[in-house]
């Protein structure tokens, strides 16, 4: 008998690794034409349309049933008038197109509509295959086709990410890492990491360049003063300040290591850091589930924990969000408790200065 969700497992990453080759290609000749702003202010560009569209034909094709809670959707790419929305349509088109129609290696099957090209309008529609609204019963996907976009246009880290979610419990977690070194010791070395996770059978990562996978295990953590934090680059995603207080309140004194993505995530399983703390910045954005499904299950299945700020689990089944949002916390078992006493120290702090009016 193969093991639970074997084929979930190969079709996405199947999906992922095709997804990828997509995007790297892209930000070799990325023009500014190429990038829109979406209605808040975040940044999208072709190669995240395209990776959505490529990754829910795959789904689709082998799980016709399967609902998907995607970041993107095609509403800024159908409008008729603008010249702006046709170029981009052309250019999705030909991305998608250019990974979807290699015939299926070895380790792939035809059922999954590999080996032929689609129309733009298939592609639109398989975009917005990405609306479901989410839930608490049944199955469905999540995929954030390109994690970190601003550390995509930088050239610094994106992750494309994809998870199965059964009863609003991630299952499967796939996430492709194209400028991750596959050595974290050796940061300029080869990169393209693919990290995956299956509930209860582990967590895994290979080299896009091989099939030699390595199981991921969170090693002990390092005397408190050596933890080292990964948090956001941008500020206004994390607050960096209240990082900072926390990390002073335990007595570690190494510096934060700042990263785009559920990267973040993927170094944590591997050892490359320690903590991944993400406190909200107090502007009433609600963590997607997209950004954390995957990375979640990796850390889990490479023994830490992941809670939110208050030590709760994160709950998946709320919708397309994580719904009130009270941060995330991302550990190895022997400190994640730590983390959380500090930041309550740290928030008792706050409020204290807050009624003295100091
Ligand atoms: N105000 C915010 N607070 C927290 N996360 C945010 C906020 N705005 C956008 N994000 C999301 O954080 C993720 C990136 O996190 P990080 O900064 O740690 O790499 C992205 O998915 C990004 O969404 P988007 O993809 O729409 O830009
Ligand atoms: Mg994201
Ligand atoms: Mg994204
Ligand atoms: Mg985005």
Aim: overall charge negative; hydrophobic content about 40%.
């Amino acid at each position: 008998m193969s093991a639970a969700f074997a084929l979930e497992k190969q079709v996405a990453v199947s999906a992922v690794l095709r997804a990828c080759q997509l995007t790297s290609a892209v930000f070799k000749n990325l023009v500014t034409k190429e990038t829109v702003t979406k209605k808040d202010k975040s940044p999208v560009t072709v190669a995240d349309y395209a990776a959505q569209a490529v990754i829910n034909t795959i789904i689709t094709a082998a799980f016709p049933k399967d609902p998907i809670v995607g970041e993107e959707d095609a509403s800024d790419l159908r409008s008729p008038t603008s010249d702006d929305a046709a170029l981009l349509r052309e250019r999705v088109t030909t991305l998608a197109n250019d990974v979807l129609t290699p015939p299926p290696s070895e380790e792939e099957r035809a059922e999954w509509g590999l080996g032929f090209g689609r129309t733009t309008t298939e592609l639109l529609a398989a975009i917005d295959r990405g609306n479901y609204a989410g839930g608490r019963t049944g199955r469905m996907w999540a995929l954030d086709p390109i994690d970190g976009t601003k550390g995509f246009l930088r050239g610094g880290q994106y992750a494309v990410c994809l998870a199965l979610l059964v009863d609003s419990v991630v299952q499967v977690g796939v996430m492709g890492c194209p400028n991750l070194p596959v050595d974290p010791s050796n940061p300029s070395g080869e990169t393209g990491c693919l990290f995956v996770a299956v509930r209860g059978q582990g967590a895994q990562q290979r080299p896009f360049s091989s099939f030699q996978s390595t199981t991921l295990r969170i090693p002990p953590s390092p005397s408190l003063s050596d933890v080292q934090f990964l948090e956001s680059v941008e500020a206004a995603h994390s607050s960096h300040g209240f990082n900072a207080r926390v990390a002073s309140t335990l007595g570690v004194t190494a510096q934060p290591n700042r990263m785009d993505s559920q990267a973040k995530y993927c170094s944590l399983s591997r050892g490359a850091g320690n903590v991944y703390l993400r406190m909200p910045t107090g502007q009433g954005y609600r963590e997607k589930i997209w950004d954390h499904a995957s990375g979640s299950l990796l850390v889990e299945e490479a023994g830490g924990i992941v809670s939110d700020s208050l030590g709760r689990p994160l709950d998946f089944g709320l919708g397309r969000t994580l719904g009130e949002n009270f941060g995330v916390v991302a550990a190895g078992k022997d400190i994640h408790s730590k983390i959380i006493e500090a930041i309550q120290a740290v928030k008792a702090e706050e409020s204290e200065k807050l009624t003295s009016g100091l």
